[in-house]
Protein backbone atom coordinates (compact mmCIF):
# COMPACT_ATOMS: atom_id res chain seq x y z
CA UNK A 1 0.00 0.00 0.00
CA UNK A 2 1.69 3.30 -0.96
CA UNK A 3 0.96 6.02 1.23
CA UNK A 4 -1.40 7.94 -0.76
CA UNK A 5 -3.92 4.76 -0.52
CA UNK A 6 -2.42 4.79 3.05
CA UNK A 7 -4.44 8.84 3.59
CA UNK A 8 -7.66 7.32 1.68
CA UNK A 9 -7.64 4.59 3.45
CA UNK A 10 -7.68 6.64 6.62
CA UNK A 11 -9.87 9.28 5.27
CA UNK A 12 -12.48 7.08 4.70
CA UNK A 13 -12.41 5.58 8.10
CA UNK A 14 -12.48 9.16 9.79
CA UNK A 15 -15.62 9.77 7.34
CA UNK A 16 -17.31 6.31 8.65
CA UNK A 17 -16.60 7.83 12.22
CA UNK A 18 -17.80 11.02 11.78
CA UNK A 19 -20.89 9.62 9.47
CA UNK A 20 -21.84 7.73 12.78
CA UNK A 21 -21.90 10.98 15.24
CA UNK A 22 -24.03 13.41 13.01
CA UNK A 23 -26.77 14.08 15.16
CA UNK A 24 -29.23 12.51 12.27
CA UNK A 25 -27.92 9.38 13.42
CA UNK A 26 -28.65 9.50 17.20
CA UNK A 27 -30.00 6.01 18.30
CA UNK A 28 -29.20 4.35 14.85
CA UNK A 29 -26.65 2.33 15.45
CA UNK A 30 -26.07 0.97 11.95
CA UNK A 31 -24.71 4.17 10.81
CA UNK A 32 -21.23 3.33 10.62
CA UNK A 33 -21.57 -0.67 9.77
CA UNK A 34 -23.94 0.88 6.49
CA UNK A 35 -20.83 2.50 5.20
CA UNK A 36 -19.93 1.45 2.00
CA UNK A 37 -16.52 1.39 2.35
CA UNK A 38 -16.80 -1.29 4.60
CA UNK A 39 -18.59 -3.66 2.95
CA UNK A 40 -17.69 -6.62 5.59
CA UNK A 41 -18.94 -4.63 8.40
CA UNK A 42 -22.67 -5.34 7.02
CA UNK A 43 -22.30 -8.59 8.76
CA UNK A 44 -21.05 -7.26 11.91
CA UNK A 45 -23.31 -8.46 14.99
CA UNK A 46 -23.73 -5.81 18.04
CA UNK A 47 -24.53 -7.33 20.85
CA UNK A 48 -25.41 -5.99 24.73
CA UNK A 49 -25.20 -6.93 28.07
CA UNK A 50 -27.38 -4.64 30.01
CA UNK A 51 -25.83 -3.03 33.16
CA UNK A 52 -27.05 -3.18 36.53
CA UNK A 53 -25.26 -0.09 37.92
CA UNK A 54 -28.08 2.31 39.66
CA UNK A 55 -26.16 4.67 37.06
CA UNK A 56 -26.87 2.65 33.94
CA UNK A 57 -30.46 3.91 33.01
CA UNK A 58 -29.42 7.72 33.33
CA UNK A 59 -25.86 7.22 31.67
CA UNK A 60 -27.51 5.13 29.19
CA UNK A 61 -24.69 2.39 28.72
CA UNK A 62 -24.91 -1.54 28.79
CA UNK A 63 -22.12 -3.42 30.28
CA UNK A 64 -20.05 -4.70 27.76
CA UNK A 65 -20.81 -4.37 24.07
CA UNK A 66 -19.69 -7.15 21.27
CA UNK A 67 -19.36 -5.33 17.92
CA UNK A 68 -18.04 -8.71 15.83
CA UNK A 69 -14.76 -9.71 17.07
CA UNK A 70 -13.98 -7.23 19.63
CA UNK A 71 -15.67 -6.76 23.07
CA UNK A 72 -15.80 -3.40 25.19
CA UNK A 73 -16.58 -4.03 29.06
CA UNK A 74 -17.48 -0.67 30.51
CA UNK A 75 -15.78 1.01 33.06
CA UNK A 76 -16.68 -1.28 36.04
CA UNK A 77 -15.98 -0.63 40.03
CA UNK A 78 -16.97 -3.12 42.79
CA UNK A 79 -20.73 -2.55 43.61
CA UNK A 80 -22.56 -5.13 44.41
CA UNK A 81 -26.00 -7.03 43.07
CA UNK A 82 -27.13 -5.28 46.55
CA UNK A 83 -26.00 -1.83 45.05
CA UNK A 84 -22.88 -2.02 48.71
CA UNK A 85 -19.31 -1.01 47.77
CA UNK A 86 -17.11 -4.01 48.44
CA UNK A 87 -14.19 -3.70 49.75
CA UNK A 88 -14.88 -0.09 51.42
CA UNK A 89 -11.76 1.67 52.03
CA UNK A 90 -9.49 -1.37 50.16
CA UNK A 91 -8.09 -0.82 46.80
CA UNK A 92 -7.23 -4.26 46.44
CA UNK A 93 -10.22 -5.70 47.37
CA UNK A 94 -12.19 -3.25 45.26
CA UNK A 95 -9.54 -3.99 41.93
CA UNK A 96 -10.43 -7.98 42.35
CA UNK A 97 -14.43 -6.89 42.59
CA UNK A 98 -13.95 -5.43 39.50
CA UNK A 99 -12.05 -7.50 37.75
CA UNK A 100 -14.65 -10.30 38.87
CA UNK A 101 -16.91 -9.03 37.71
CA UNK A 102 -15.00 -8.08 34.00
CA UNK A 103 -14.45 -11.74 33.98
CA UNK A 104 -18.31 -12.73 34.41
CA UNK A 105 -19.30 -9.48 31.91
CA UNK A 106 -16.83 -11.50 29.13
CA UNK A 107 -17.81 -14.96 30.20
CA UNK A 108 -21.71 -13.93 29.15
CA UNK A 109 -20.07 -12.15 26.00
CA UNK A 110 -18.39 -15.72 25.24
CA UNK A 111 -14.55 -14.18 26.26
CA UNK A 112 -12.31 -15.05 28.91
CA UNK A 113 -9.79 -12.88 30.71
CA UNK A 114 -7.22 -14.18 28.12
CA UNK A 115 -9.26 -12.55 25.48
CA UNK A 116 -8.73 -9.19 26.73
CA UNK A 117 -5.81 -7.24 24.99
CA UNK A 118 -6.68 -3.88 26.36
CA UNK A 119 -7.41 -2.73 30.10
CA UNK A 120 -7.76 0.96 31.77
CA UNK A 121 -7.39 1.11 35.67
CA UNK A 122 -8.69 4.05 36.96
CA UNK A 123 -7.61 4.88 40.39
CA UNK A 124 -8.39 7.65 43.35
CA UNK A 125 -5.68 7.88 44.84
CA UNK A 126 -1.84 7.21 43.53
CA UNK A 127 -0.72 5.31 46.36
CA UNK A 128 -2.88 2.33 45.12
CA UNK A 129 -1.65 1.89 42.34
CA UNK A 130 0.85 -1.15 43.29
CA UNK A 131 -2.51 -2.84 45.21
CA UNK A 132 -4.36 -2.26 42.36
CA UNK A 133 -1.68 -3.18 39.89
CA UNK A 134 -0.89 -6.85 42.16
CA UNK A 135 -4.50 -7.13 41.69
CA UNK A 136 -4.96 -7.03 37.87
CA UNK A 137 -1.79 -8.77 37.67
CA UNK A 138 -2.86 -11.89 39.77
CA UNK A 139 -5.88 -12.44 36.72
CA UNK A 140 -3.36 -11.32 33.68
CA UNK A 141 -0.07 -12.52 34.79
CA UNK A 142 -0.16 -15.29 31.73
CA UNK A 143 -1.76 -13.14 29.35
CA UNK A 144 -1.08 -9.68 29.86
CA UNK A 145 -2.92 -7.12 28.05
CA UNK A 146 -1.83 -3.42 27.20
CA UNK A 147 -2.59 -1.32 30.14
CA UNK A 148 -3.24 2.19 31.57
CA UNK A 149 -3.54 3.48 35.10
CA UNK A 150 -4.42 6.72 35.52
CA UNK A 151 -5.02 8.98 38.47
CA UNK A 152 -8.66 10.53 38.74
CA UNK A 153 -9.54 13.02 41.03
CA UNK A 154 -13.07 11.07 41.87
CA UNK A 155 -15.56 8.30 40.81
CA UNK A 156 -19.51 8.52 40.66
CA UNK A 157 -19.69 7.44 44.78
CA UNK A 158 -16.56 8.77 46.83
CA UNK A 159 -16.13 5.20 48.48
CA UNK A 160 -15.29 3.76 44.85
CA UNK A 161 -11.28 4.01 45.11
CA UNK A 162 -10.96 1.98 41.50
CA UNK A 163 -12.84 1.75 38.31
CA UNK A 164 -11.67 -0.93 35.37
CA UNK A 165 -12.42 -1.08 32.07
CA UNK A 166 -11.38 -3.54 29.54
CA UNK A 167 -11.30 -4.66 25.88
CA UNK A 168 -11.43 -8.09 24.67
CA UNK A 169 -10.87 -9.44 21.07
CA UNK A 170 -12.74 -13.07 20.25
CA UNK A 171 -13.40 -14.18 16.67
CA UNK A 172 -17.26 -14.51 16.50
CA UNK A 173 -18.37 -18.56 15.80
CA UNK A 174 -17.99 -19.32 12.58
CA UNK A 175 -15.23 -16.18 11.41
CA UNK A 176 -11.70 -16.34 11.06
Known amino acids: MNDHE ?8 ADAVRCS ?6 G ?10 FPDAQ ?10 SRFAPTIGFSAAV ?16 SGQIVGDGDAYAQAREALWKIDAALREM ?7 VQTRMYLTRVEDW ?29 RMLVE ?3 VAYRPEPGVE
Open 28 to 37: NHRTAVDHPD
Open 110 to 116: GCQPRDV
Open 164 to 166: VEA
Open 66 to 81: RAGQVIHVSGTTAVDA
Open 130 to 158: EAVGRAHGEVFEDHRPAATMIVVAALLDP
Open 21 to 26: RQPENR
Open 6 to 13: TDDLVGRR
Open 43 to 52: HMSIARLPSG
